[in-house]
């Protein structure tokens, strides 16, 4: 459909755009009214939404409009369209997890989350599309780079829409690879927390490792929305939340990187390696020193270790949500995917010893990968082994996001590459409770290496 | 109605049955039946279901009952027939959570631990009733031992259900007093363990210091719940789980023990006081050491500081669940109770810095608490001010109760005081992570003190 064709994917950022609501040169909205624009021209191609309450989305821009003209937004998100993975709870909407066993399933109260968000003013036009039960079995989404290819999972339909520039941010989760590899397929900001960071609380990820991430337009909204999460709501219930100023850490200009192969290297493209080199190589004209494996012996002993962190993460979470899938075979089992089917039977023998075990070893790797912080203020790597895949039936190799969703610290994926036409994401993987010094260095690099992109 | 008044109440522990089932000399089946006797004559009275599901219990008791004969159950509480607190999920009835704003409502799954408890071939007789989303509002319940008198709250059913023999066991919560103050006044066993030490995941209470109860016919029956939840599903998603044996610990002498007054000594009866006093003599002169706020500066310190645990507990709580009752509020503030929209008022204005201040506080008052492990095996104190209050308004007074919810400790009421004809509990209060600890001293002082009654 060569007429229809959409012109590439543009990123809206909002906060950019809410400097103008003040003057009353633009409204929220005016930038609603652009969002579904974009919504009538985009989703028939890529189908990034379960379903969308558009008559509410308007009503609340109206409102916002109204305090902004009155100088008085409830945060400097007030306004923003945003969009809520499906396996996260809306009271306005069904909460389906990508699962006909939760067809039109209700949970009648928003997720702690959401809450937080529309407290602060933003408004949630839909939900937007997950895998099956936030795991591999993809549901349709389509990349917006190129539709034959896919987004990326579980957090599909936001990173596809925010693509696309129908939402400025949605939320996504991330316990392997859900948040940081759809946001390097599809080109935007991808953040997941420090573990325990944003309340999960409504969120159906059962998995100790499991973290609520943002998907957005800008690094500025994407610190926005989880700081204004993190004030009204916490971090998980008994944990301090995100730690952090009030809106996006200035560029900070790091001393010291370590670049991490992970386990993802041998499955990365040549053009994939030859970006983060180059890149790797500008950092260190400007005058930052690299740390590897070849040259530092704690990176090497990472290294090695997180050879691991896969198969170590798939037992912690199958452990954790063994008795979910359990209920679910029991209801149904044909309504289960061949995948999540042959998930349940791999794990199925693991005993409390196993998982106890597994997650020693897990802190023995926490541990470790602290170590670095001593010496170095972030570690870079890929965010994918390369651009997103061609097929819809497969989210892509996720081993790049594997060790930061295991080590339980922060991460984001910058816009910063593109192999073959496609997107991909430098990643930033940072310190426990650090997260705001990851976003500092992400400004820096975001700000240091765009050109030569 | 004194002509169909039924007997006094009397605990139907399971264990000690299922002794009888692999000669055949009883069956699950026969078991189940008496239970159901039992509903018959008592939950009119008491009103402590919310809904059961019958046929499926009796069907699931034939299949038990074979599995015995065959040499082959599923666990030791194979067969038990047990509740499940309205707070908690099960895929097969709805969960109301005390409120009409879940009236008919329906998780379509099972929590973690009603999983567990199906897998090891627990009955699920029905919903227990609680109080408005496990706070304070009563829902009906009556006391078995008295009618005109509260059962306590919140896990008032599970409670009165336990107490008259329908159930061995049933599943409870408790944030404050809600599984040790109904057990108190509903004379049976009850069990909170040590924070996160069973898996909650789809049990509707949000805090921090909530924790999965039992209340149980006996010590044996309790602890065995226990591990037949831990083994299969595991503590809260990423810590270790509850850690002991696999049946009841054996009874063991303490050598030295604290005895608490706490915030609650104020409003303790004069008779409750008493048997207290008494008690302490006795295990004085069985030899052992008694530790109070006069003998001792760590508990006079503890005693001290605990005088703030119930506010301190309200704030820690009111800020982990104010997004929830916000978006009640904004459903319909009128399907909510009064004191409910009070709570909501009363902690509106709280910061992301004073919850950091309350969770930094109350971590200090858990490590003062953990210096008194290194004296005293645990510490004793009354589980109620007195018997249950007259009264189906009010649940209670949960003082007592609360400094093991705050501290994140283990505690147990054992129904081993009587105050004017109504049960009342001695409470135990271990230390974290040794709830096994608790149960072997729990166990010792059941039987060295139970003839005293």
């Given at each position: 459909?060569?007429?229809?064709?959409?012109?590439?994917?543009?990123?809206?950022?909002?906060?950019?755009?809410?400097?103008?609501?003040?003057?009353?040169?633009?409204?929220?909205?005016?930038?609603?009214?652009?969002?579904?624009?974009?919504?009538?021209?985009?989703?028939?191609?890529?189908?990034?939404?379960?379903?969308?309450?558009?008559?509410?989305?308007?009503?609340?821009?109206?409102?916002?409009?109204?305090?902004?003209?009155?100088?008085?937004?409830?945060?400097?998100?007030?306004?923003?369209?945003?969009?809520?993975?499906?396996?996260?709870?809306?009271?306005?909407?069904?909460?389906?997890?990508?699962?006909?066993?939760?067809?039109?399933?209700?949970?009648?109260?928003?997720?702690?989350?959401?809450?937080?968000?529309?407290?602060?003013?933003?408004?949630?036009?839909?939900?937007?599309?997950?895998?099956?039960?936030?795991?591999?079995?993809?549901?349709?989404t389509r990349n917006p780079w190129n539709t034959a290819h896919t987004p990326g999972g579980s957090s599909s339909g936001s990173a596809a829409a925010v693509a696309v520039g129908v939402l400025s941010a949605a939320l996504g989760t991330q316990v392997i690879g859900s948040t940081i590899r759809p946001a390097s397929f599809c080109g935007c900001i991808g953040f997941k927390p420090s573990v325990n960071a944003l309340n999960r609380e409504g969120s159906h990820d059962y998995q100790s490792q499991s973290c609520t991430g943002i998907l957005g337009a800008s690094l500025e909204d994407v610190w926005q929305i989880a700081h204004e999460i993190v004030t009204r709501v916490g971090g998980d219930a008994g944990t301090p939340g995100l730690q952090g100023p009030e809106s996006l850490p200035p560029a900070a200009k790091p001393r010291r990187?370590?670049?991490?192969?992970?386990?993802?290297?041998?499955?990365?493209?040549?053009?994939?390696?030859?970006?983060?080199?180059?890149?790797?190589?500008?950092?260190?004209?400007?005058?930052?020193?690299?740390?590897?494996?070849?040259?530092?012996?704690?990176?090497?002993?990472?290294?090695?270790?997180?050879?691991?962190?896969?198969?170590?993460?798939?037992?912690?979470?199958?452990?954790?949500?063994?008795?979910?899938?359990?209920?679910?075979?029991?209801?149904?089992?044909?309504?289960?995917?061949?995948?999540?089917?042959?998930?349940?039977?791999?794990?199925?023998?693991?005993?409390?010893?196993?998982?106890?075990?597994?997650?020693?070893?897990?802190?023995?790797?926490?541990?470790?990968?602290?170590?670095?912080?001593?010496?170095?203020?972030?570690?870079?790597?890929?965010?994918?082994?390369?651009?997103?895949?061609?097929?819809?039936?497969?989210?892509?190799?996720?081993?790049?996001?594997?060790?930061?969703?295991?080590?339980?610290?922060?991460?984001?994926?910058?816009?910063?590459?593109?192999?073959?036409?496609?997107?991909?994401?430098?990643?930033?993987?940072?310190?426990?409770?650090?997260?705001?010094?990851?976003?500092?260095?992400?400004?820096?690099?975001?700000?240091?290496?765009?050109?030569?992109?």
């Amino acid at each position: 459909m060569p007429s229809t064709e959409p012109a590439k994917p543009v990123l809206r950022p909002y906060l950019a755009a809410a400097r103008g609501f003040a003057s009353g040169a633009q409204t929220p909205r005016q930038f609603l009214e652009r969002s579904l624009e974009l919504f009538e021209l985009w989703e028939p191609r890529i189908g990034a939404f379960v379903c969308t309450n558009l008559p509410k989305a308007r009503a609340a821009a109206d409102a916002s409009t109204e305090r902004w003209r009155a100088g008085t937004p409830l945060s400097p998100i007030d306004g923003m369209p945003i969009g809520i993975k499906d396996i996260i709870e809306t009271v306005d909407m069904p909460t389906q997890m990508g699962s006909p066993l939760f067809a039109g399933w209700r949970s009648e109260k928003d997720a702690a989350s959401v809450r937080a968000l529309r407290d602060a003013g933003a408004l949630v036009l839909g939900k937007t599309v997950t895998t099956e039960f936030a795991a591999s079995e993809p549901r349709g989404t389509r990349n917006p780079w190129n539709t034959a290819h896919t987004p990326g999972g579980s957090s599909s339909g936001s990173a596809a829409a925010v693509a696309v520039g129908v939402l400025s941010a949605a939320l996504g989760t991330q316990v392997i690879g859900s948040t940081i590899r759809p946001a390097s397929f599809c080109g935007c900001i991808g953040f997941k927390p420090s573990v325990n960071a944003l309340n999960r609380e409504g969120s159906h990820d059962y998995q100790s490792q499991s973290c609520t991430g943002i998907l957005g337009a800008s690094l500025e909204d994407v610190w926005q929305i989880a700081h204004e999460i993190v004030t009204r709501v916490g971090g998980d219930a008994g944990t301090p939340g995100l730690q952090g100023p009030e809106s996006l850490p200035p560029a900070a200009k790091p001393r010291r990187l370590a670049v991490l192969e992970t386990a993802g290297w041998d499955s990365a493209s040549v053009a994939a390696k030859q970006q983060l080199n180059e890149c790797v190589m500008r950092l260190k004209f400007a005058g930052i020193e690299i740390r590897t494996r070849t040259n530092d012996d704690t990176v090497a002993a990472l290294e090695t270790d997180l050879l691991n962190a896969a198969e170590l993460s798939h037992r912690c979470n199958a452990f954790e949500t063994r008795w979910f899938l359990r209920s679910m075979r029991e209801r149904d089992s044909d309504a289960l995917s061949r995948a999540m089917l042959d998930r349940a039977r791999r794990y199925e023998d693991m005993t409390l010893a196993d998982h106890r075990a597994d997650l020693k070893e897990r802190a023995r790797l926490r541990s470790l990968y602290n170590e670095l912080a001593a010496d170095c203020d972030a570690c870079i790597t890929l965010a994918a082994p390369s651009g997103a895949p061609e097929g819809l039936s497969f989210t892509g190799n996720p081993e790049f996001a594997v060790p930061a969703s295991l080590l339980g610290v922060p991460a984001l994926s910058l816009p910063l590459f593109e192999v073959y036409d496609m997107p991909l994401g430098l990643q930033v993987i940072g310190f426990f409770d650090r997260d705001a010094e990851a976003f500092a260095i992400a400004n820096w690099l975001m700000a240091s290496l765009k050109g030569g992109r």
